[in-house]
Every structure is written in structure tokens, then in C-alpha cells.
Nanobody
Framework: QVQLVESGGGLVQAGGSLRLSCAAS????????MGWYRQAPGKQRELVAR???????NYVDSVKGRFTISRDYTKNTVYLQMNSLKPEDTAVYYC????????????WGQGTQVTVSS
């Protein structure tokens, strides 16, 4: 069973930075994609950033130029560096991993709260 554990959330003032971490229980190279989603109160969960096995990345328009997704194979960890945070970035952030080899499927972490004060 794949487990994803997020950390790094918290309260920060607008303009500040946070780095989220997602530690996987297995070799992250086995995942087709890994990404970060977020869900604000009353809103649908949205994709924030994603990285594929070949290293390609994509971001939602609202975070381009401010957020960076990266990974460390030696630590089986994916990161989301968030700079120039805005109050509208406030949400619960979830790590996601998609695996195409058994055990196949989408895996989710428990989420970490990010709150940006104005």
C-alpha cells in the first residue's frame, strides 16, 4: 500500500514563503505523475502543480512564477516551494501520486493546511 505524508503547512503573512513536502512510502520513480492539489472552503479541489516521471511540470495559471514543484529521489519526496503567497492561496494542500504499475491507482495524502493572512 502506498502512503503519502505531507508536511510544511502553516500560517504565513502575505508575501511570505512556505515549502510543502510529500514523503512517499515507496520509490517515487514508480509513479507516473506526482502533484499537489488544493481545496479551499466551498470550492472544488484543483490541481496546483504536477511533475511527470520524465521531469515535465505544469502549473495552474494562478501560481505560475510563484510556486515550484520538485522532487528528490534519494528521499522519495516531492516538494512544493511557494513564494509570494497571497490570501487566495489559503487552502488544504494535498499530495497526489498516480501509479501505472501494481498497485495501480491514484493515491492521496491526508492534506496540510496553508493559511495566508493579509
Amino acid at each position: 500500500q502506498v502512503q503519502l505524508v505531507e508536511s510544511g503547512g502553516g500560517l504565513v503573512q502575505a508575501g511570505g514563503s512556505l515549502r510543502l513536502s510529500c514523503a512517499a512510502s515507496g520509490n517515487i520513480f514508480s509513479f507516473n505523475t506526482m502533484g499537489w492539489y488544493r481545496q479551499a472552503p466551498g470550492k472544488q479541489r484543483e490541481l496546483v502543480a504536477r511533475i511527470t516521471r520524465d521531469g515535465s511540470t505544469n502549473y495552474v495559471d494562478s501560481v505560475k512564477g510563484r510556486f515550484t514543484i520538485s522532487r528528490d529521489y534519494t528521499k522519495n519526496t516531492v516538494y512544493l516551494q511557494m513564494n509570494s503567497l497571497k490570501p487566495e492561496d489559503t487552502a488544504v494542500y494535498y499530495c497526489n501520486a498516480n501509479r501505472l504499475v501494481p498497485p495501480r491507482g491514484d493515491y492521496w495524502g491526508q492534506g496540510t493546511q496553508v493559511t495566508v493572512s493579509s
